[in-house]
């Protein structure tokens, strides 16, 4: 929409006549265009060159590589300096991660709050500029990238969340949101798993405001990609549906046509842009000596001095600067013609609309009650709160790694995306989390994915960088133990629970009953982190604690309480009733017990001495019971009651008999401590 807006005068600049009849819509020749935009790569490349020599650290043959695609994007990117939050603005993502200097050059250039003494401590303690771009660290980043392929995927992600925002709020005479997503990627990317699983899903749903750019250099760290890579990319995306255009990345008049093509694309778009790493770097260009180590100084003096440029250290020409922070007023532009818009009589429905997904009201959802409820899965109790929340809260979408009907997530005549609230991920749970991470950080949307529990193995490296990056993604894993029964070792989580409460800023929930889901959700939802929903594939009998110490909110709670207990009982899950009757057994013997809930061990590890005293009284010793590893556990427990094996493949209730998760068992081990 706003490409056809008429330019306006860019008021505080001085502008060259060339970017006056630039701005007019007038063409220049292109040989002083290209002689300028040659210019400004090279300020890049020398920039992104002198942070890595003197941090002594990073990766300067990508950033090198690109500059000239950068220096074109530039000219057609539609973002805001002044204002990297605004909706409409387009996404830039930089699935390469290690290539920084160039990310860290560019937002200095455009104006965002990315200093020259920032670029200047590149990679040092505390700075603004990290090895890897991190997301709410530095001004403009747009997401977390590093593992290679995560970039991808989350480009995949802000264009699926901007297909469905676009889908409750655009009209067909008015478009509120209409921006593309760009992503730079390398070999490196597209040879990640995750890369095909999200480019695959993004050709299967059409993203057409979705553009990949790939930088096909042919170098890895090892040397040329020949020696482990040898397929036909071209052929694979078109495959998979998208478009593929192929430029020379170094020919300015073709990168600027091909981005003007893709404006109008009808399908998710792959530029392959052959490019040479390290482009300017004398001998070294086109090396893999270029991709992670600086170039010395000699090389960049040698570099510089062929092109003409200044020997210092960190140099922007004035020109070269006025061209880029262009940015600023035109992005100023863009967005007060975008906040214009809004104002227009008709779209009050459609700014309605808006407002529910930017403001959810969260006090506005009818949980299910499950009082009278004698027994239920967490699973089913789980699929109900889904929906409870999905029915008040527009912005909450979702769905599962095609096992929606096993992990009751479907979302109740709620349609399927774009224009609906269910997204079918297909078998893909790695580039499922990813897409999610993108999708919670657009700005409209609140998202879930699901699978099984075991499978949140094929996903760990996206639910890291939602902890790193404090996303609100929300992970559904059910058949959370032994209790998946006759599938097996195979699919029985033992170590999991342990491995997702060793990442930090990262909430492992395992409910014991419906109840306490219901309870576990609305934390969750009041929290700025990433939380795991671990759900049982059995039923669950219902808790009615009489006078429980605590809420689930703080993570553990005393569910039974016995004046003069020896033992404390600790569990979660389906472990909880076991230690329940228990106790109740225990007491037969002469020996009181307290039983605690363990909702969210995670949580419960944050709160102060005085309330964990309350929960584990000092005068008892402590036996935690659960159906996996467990070791966690140690830090209160005085002996943990676990699993050692990968488990057996029978019934559920064979397999708890068979590991020792019976009420016998449960009393012989707290008696052995007493």
Known sequence: MFDKIKPIKLVGFILSNSDRLKFQGINMKMTEQNKMRKKMANTIRFLAADMVQKANSGHPGAPMGLADIAVVLSEHLRHNPKNAKWLNRDRLVFSGGHGS??????????????????????RQLDSKTPGHPEFGHTDGVEITTGPLGQGVANAVGFAMAAKYTGHQV???????????????????????????????????????????????NCITIEGDTSIAWSEDVAGRFTAQGWDVKKINGHCYDEI????????????????????????????????????????????????????????????????????????????????KQWIQLHKQAPLIEQNEAMDRLLNPDFSAIEFPDFSETSEMATRDSNGQILNAIAKAIPSFVGGSADLAPSNKTELKEMGDFPKGRNMHFGIRE??????????????????????????????????RIAALTSIQNFFVWTHD????????????????????????????????????????WKTALSMNAPHGFVLSRQKL??????????????????????????????????????????????????????????????????????????????NTKVLAVEAGTATEYYRYADDVLGMESFGASAPANLLFEKFGFTIENIVKKATELV
């Open 541 to 618: 009998k219902t808790l009615k604690p009489e006078k429980a110490f605590g809420d689930v909110s703080r993570g553990a709670y005393l569910v039974k309480e016995r004046q003069g207990a020896g033992v404390t009982l600790m569990a979660s899950g389906s472990e909880l009733m076991l230690c329940l009757n228990a106790a109740c057994e225990l007491e037969k013997e002469g020996i009181k017990a307290n039983v605690v809930s363990v909702p969210c061990l995670d949580l419960f590890n944050e709160q102060d001495s005085e309330y964990k005293s309350k929960v584990i009284k000092s």
């Open 256 to 335: 600027d046509e091909v981005l003007s093509e893709v404006k109008s694309a009808t399908k998710p778009t792959i530029i392959i842009a052959n490019t040479i790493i390290g482009r300017g770097a004398m001998e070294l260009e086109g090396t893999h000596h270029t991709h992670g180590a600086p170039l010395g100084e000699k090389i960049i003096a040698e570099s510089k001095a062929k092109e003409g440029f200044p020997p210092e250290d960190f140099h922007i020409p004035e020109d070269v600067l006025v061209r880029f922070r262009s940015a600023i007023e035109v992005g100023e532009m863009y967005e």
């Open 101 to 122: 200097s160039l990310i860290y050059s560019l937002l200095h250039l455009w104006g965002y709050d990315v200093s020259l003494d920032d670029l200047k401590a590149f």
């Open 430 to 463: 790695h580039s499922m989390a990813a897409i999610t991470n993108a999708m919670a950080l657009y700005g409209t949307v609140i998202p879930f994915n699901a699978t099984f529990f075991v499978f949140s193995d094929y996903l760990k490296p996206s639910a």
């Open 170 to 216: 655009n009209s067909e005479t008015c478009e509120l949101i209409d921006h593309k997503v760009y992503c730079l990627c390398g070999d490196g990317d597209l040879q990640e798993g995750i890369s095909y699983e999200a480019c695959s899903l993004a050709g299967h749903n059409k993203l057409d405001n979705l553009v990949l750019i790939y930088d096909s």
């Open 481 to 520: 133990s032994i209790g998946v029964g006759e599938d097996g070792p195979t699919h029985e989580p033992i170590e999991h629970l342990s491995q997702f409460r060793a990442l930090p800023n990262f909430y492992v929930w395992r409910p014991a009953d419906a109840s306490e889901n219901v309870e576990a």
